[in-house]
């Protein structure tokens, strides 16, 4: 209750950052379209995404100050006023974004569905315990995924363990109520004494569990061993001892992904790389892999008539992404998951690998590209929006003296040429961008995009 009087503070004017709100009622769950702006070139057509549209995702590049912002927030504030669920991450995290948000939440009537995760803001940002459902191997695979590894024996030597911790964690948390955390993990790498206190809770009839601990107990107790963890200790500790330490290793009631998305609520997550860096980029990839987990969870556990259209909105994509997103792309739709992701040029996924901004797009339904400064970015989104068959004039001439003198004779022959050229992604204004739709009919045009306030 504390953090929605903070909340309902801020909206309300206290905090100073926000304009007097307009009360906006909350529409027909049944409209099914986001308004993004207006066709280039028509006076009539609007540029809108169906439910369906999104459902086969979303992909937004564009340079900074270009309209990027201004077009997810369109997105963003007509999911909130349809009373559709709702995650959105940001690297960014400033506080005007925070502001406009929530002032979108509010207009709407659903400051109770309003869930923050902020890692600059702990007055505002409700706990997340990253690893509180799953299985030991899910919760093992997400750690780590969610963490960087350069050798490939200690990144084996770290899996192996974080299993058998696992196992009798999560005996623990079924049989007994135990609540783990980050923390609780960072405390049985570190500490053979707190592996034996956990194991003696397990009982003997549970061999699996006690068998685990009591490894990992041995195991520790080596200081070969105990030193081919420190990899895992270091990371661990760098997300557990940080500023916001607090949020990922509290015990009390906070943001459970599979609740929110299974009634329809909506998330902030406000992750502020410019101060954290690479351990927000972590806590990024941590929620991420928790995005596949709930969906895989949702499709297993949830009818298909029980499963709610929810949107995930990805600022900054090309800092958090993974190869294992692709498959998770294509399995997100059957949840009824639409993903919408968001970076500056193409050529940013590059980092990752040379088949992966390819693959991004192949499994993303719809382009939405601003100015693009890199002619390779250009010229790969022309090339996606495809050609279209011409007719080339030619002029025949002849050669007298030193000049070509034209004859007057012409031809016309069929050409190929873009249906939106390089040359105009390059040079797109503010608040213009490029549409490439793959579903339900191939098309591409210019869109002039409106803004959400």
Request: net charge neutral.
């Amino acid at each position: 209750m504390g953090k929605l009087k903070a909340f309902q503070e801020m909206v309300s004017g206290g905090g100073g950052n926000l304009k007097p709100l307009k009360k906006e009622k909350v529409k027909s769950i049944q409209q099914e379209k986001v308004v993004i702006g207006k066709v280039s070139g028509s006076l009539w057509r609007k540029e809108e995404l169906t439910d369906r549209q999104l459902n086969h995702h979303v992909h937004v590049v564009g340079a900074s100050g270009y309209g990027k912002t201004v077009f997810l927030s369109s997105i963003i504030k007509q999911r909130i006023q349809q009373g559709k669920g709702l995650l959105f991450i940001d690297l960014k995290g400033d506080i005007d974004t925070i502001s406009k948000f929530s002032n979108f939440v509010a207009a709407s009537e659903r400051i109770e569905d309003l869930q923050i995760f902020s890692l600059t803001d702990q007055n505002l940002s409700v706990s997340y315990n990253l690893i509180e459902d799953g299985t030991p191997t899910q919760l093992r695979d997400k750690i780590m995924l969610a963490l960087t590894w350069s050798e490939e024996f200690y990144k084996n030597q770290s899996a192996s363990f974080l299993l058998k911790v696992l196992i009798g964690l999560c005996y623990l948390r079924d049989k007994q109520n135990y609540c783990f955390h980050l923390g609780t993990v960072l405390e049985a790498v570190n500490n053979s004494e707190f592996l034996e206190e956990i194991s003696m809770r397990v009982p003997e009839s549970d061999q699996r569990a006690k068998a685990a601990l009591e490894d990992c107990y041995n195991f520790l107790n080596s200081s070969d061993n105990f030193k081919s963890l420190q990899g895992l200790r270091t990371q661990l500790e760098s997300l557990v001892l940080s500023d916001f330490g607090e949020l990922i290793t509290s015990e009390a009631d906070g943001i459970n992904l599979f609740e929110t998305i299974s009634s329809g609520k909506i998330i902030f997550v406000f992750l502020d790389s410019r101060r954290y860096g690479e351990t927000a980029k972590v806590i990024g990839r941590f929620i991420l892999q928790d995005l596949k987990m709930v969906s895989a969870r949702i499709d297993a556990e949830l009818s298909k008539n029980q499963r709610q259209a929810f949107t995930v909105i990805i600022d900054e994509f090309a800092d958090l992404a993974q190869e294992d997103f692709i498959g998770f792309l294509d399995r997100a739709r059957s949840s009824k998951i639409s993903i919408v992701v968001s970076h500056q040029e193409i050529c940013d996924l590059l980092r990752i690998s040379p088949e992966f901004a390819g693959r991004l797009m192949g499994n993303t339904s719809t382009l939405y590209a601003f100015l693009q400064k890199r002619p390779e970015s250009a010229e790969l989104i022309s090339s996606m929006a495809g050609t279209k068959k011409s007719w080339k004039e030619t002029m025949q001439s002849s050669k007298v003296l030193w000049w070509d003198l034209p004859t007057g004779n012409k031809s016309l022959r069929e050409v190929e040429e873009f249906n939106i050229h390089p040359n105009i992604i390059k040079s797109l204004g503010v608040g213009h961008c490029v549409c490439v739709k793959k579903y339900p009919l191939a098309e591409a045009y210019i869109v002039r995009v409106a803004n959400s306030d």
